[in-house]
């Protein structure tokens, strides 16, 4: 700009040292409902956030359905919060095995009306679409919640939806709406996936931009002990460790290596 009169122009300047800074609450408190399993709750800070969704992957023989049976479990056993565990084109004797295994007795608590295990086949649509399936899941679901008012949920495994899906957006707009609907139950939801290959880390590549977490079950194979080692990708609201954390499966059940966790 010109200044004909050849005076100085002086340009007030704000005072940055007396500028409000805008506060933040980067510790914010957030909801979380323990894992049931020991030495998870410790890198998660407390826990899954509740509620929330949270996807289980890992190849198989991991100890998938282990982590899945303990979260539920536990969960009624220890804090009281009842449960529902929807197995998808599966078989009722394989988790009684399981359970029988772990020393978990989940007919008791359906007995005492604390937890729900139930079945869903997909295979028996002639024709499989995405909206009206997961219309009918929510339904049921929903039922079931109200009648144990529950708290957690376990769908073991999601991966046949894929399948039958028509394309990978509707198989997507499927989880989608489920996650949304049983946050709105007010559950944190475990959906357990299969791990095709190393290189993928679900079969369709989706899952893990629908959920709120993600962990990740696998063997560490350049370790001569070939130990199983637990890495957790994401986690919403969370600080979580870069690297994977041992764990291992006894008849105690599933839990991080104590040394690493204490």
Not at 30 to 51: A, M, N, Q, Y
Not at 101 to 106: C, T
Request: with cysteine; glycine share 8%.
């Amino acid at each position: 700009m010109s200044n004909p009169t050849g005076n100085k122009i002086r340009i007030k300047m704000p005072d940055i040292r007396k500028t409000k800074e805008i506060e933040t609450d980067t510790e914010a408190d957030v909801d979380r409902i323990s894992t049931g399993v020991p030495g998870l709750d410790h890198i998660l800070e407390g826990g899954f956030p509740h509620p929330s969704t949270v996807l289980l992957t890992g190849d198989s023989g991991t100890g998938k359905t282990i982590l899945g049976l303990q979260y539920l479990y536990n969960g009624v056993k220890q804090y009281d919060e009842p449960g529902i565990y929807l197995t998808i084109q599966g078989y009722d004797t394989d988790l009684t095995w399981y359970c029988s295994r772990f020393n978990l007795d989940l007919g008791e608590l359906q007995e005492e009306r604390k937890a729900v295990i139930t079945t869903y086949e997909v295979a028996e649509y002639e024709e499989f679409h995405a909206r009206s399936v997961a219309r009918e899941i929510e339904k049921r679901l929903s039922r079931l919640i109200e009648s144990v008012d529950a708290k957690r949920i376990v769908v073991d495994s999601i991966t046949p939806f894929g399948y039958f899906s028509s394309s990978k957006a509707d198989y997507r707009k499927l989880l989608h709406r489920l996650s949304s609907s049983l946050k709105d139950e007010g559950c944190t939801t475990l959906f357990i996936s299969e791990k095709p290959d190393r290189e993928k880390l679900t079969p369709f590549q989706v899952e893990p931009y629908v959920v709120d977490g993600v962990i990740k079950l696998g063997k560490d194979e350049k370790s001569k002990q070939r130990k199983r080692r637990l890495k957790i990708n994401k986690m919403i609201a969370t600080r979580t460790p870069l690297g994977s954390t041992p764990f291992t499966i006894s008849k105690d059940g599933f839990k991080l290596l104590t040394s690493y966790y204490e």
